[in-house]
T-cell receptor, first 113, second 112 residues
Framework: DQQVKQNSPSLSVQEGRISILNCDYTNSMFDYFLWYKKYPAEGPTFLIS?????DKNEDGRFTVFLNKSAKHLSLHIVPSQPGDSAVYFCAASAKEGAQKLVFGQGTRLTINP | NAGVTQTPKFQVLKTGQSMTLQCAQDMNHNSMYWYRQDPGMGLRLIYY???????DKGEVPNGYNVSRLNKREFSLRLESAAPSQTSVYFC???????????FGPGTRLTVT
């Protein structure tokens, strides 16, 4: 039972354009959502997060949108740069879960020059 | 400030052998976690320790044991390795009341 799903295994975007990565979840108890970025042979690094009391959080080129009614979140990267090429994981946590994270399968983003 | 460190980086085991993966953090975090990453599966939680002295099972605990040695260190033990445990293992930690977890560089384990 996959509680957090990233349905696109890969995404290719031209440099300078917008990258949109999507994530769906099924557990209505999730109240905090995070995006992680992972380069090959490295551990995931935290990118941006959003609480369920908000519908948008922005940090520089990165914006996360949360649609609670649709149980959907997305990560927008504008403008996309070659260094953004990586695997992106979304993750979710429930308040009662001792800050445990449930991860999606990941989306490999490739930025083409 | 090294963050989260893991040893070893790579390991090859034969079926039935045992080994311990080590993890340490220097951020004074209360909580520590062990995940495995398999192709197409994302990261799955094996065990976690919400605070020093406590450990709990995650999503995929079978075949593993853990020890929270002190606040800094959290080890993962494979008592009798199986090919299905071939994976990349990540340790992570988080501060009290914080959802963000900080990950180590990983251990790539192959069981033949």
């Amino acid at each position: 039972d996959q509680q957090v799903k990233q349905n696109s295994p890969s995404l290719s975007v031209q440099e300078g354009r917008i990258s949109i990565l999507n994530c769906d979840y099924t557990n209505s108890m999730f109240d905090y959502f995070l995006w992680y970025k992972k380069y090959p042979a490295e551990g995931p690094t935290f990118l941006i997060s959003i609480s369920s009391i908000k519908d948008k959080n922005e940090d520089g080129r990165f914006t996360v949108f949360l649609n609670k009614s649709a149980k959907h979140l997305s990560l927008h990267i504008v403008p996309s740069q070659p260094g953004d090429s990586a695997v992106y994981f979304c993750a979710a946590s429930a308040k009662e879960g001792a800050q445990k994270l449930v991860f999606g399968q990941g989306t490999r983003l490739t930025i083409n020059p | 400030n090294a963050g989260v460190t893991q040893t070893p980086k790579f390991q090859v085991l034969k079926t039935g052998q045992s080994m311990t993966l080590q993890c340490a953090q220097d951020m004074n975090h209360n909580s520590m976690y062990w995940y495995r990453q398999d192709p197409g599966m994302g990261l799955r939680l094996i065990y976690y320790s919400a605070s020093e002295g406590t450990t709990d099972k995650g999503e995929v605990p079978n075949g593993y044991n853990v020890s929270r040695l002190n606040k800094r260190e959290f080890s993962l033990r494979l008592e009798s390795a199986a090919p299905s445990q071939t994976s990349v293992y990540f340790c992570a930690s988080s501060g009290a009341g914080h959802y963000e977890q900080y990950f180590g560089p990983g251990t790539r384990l192959t069981v033949t």
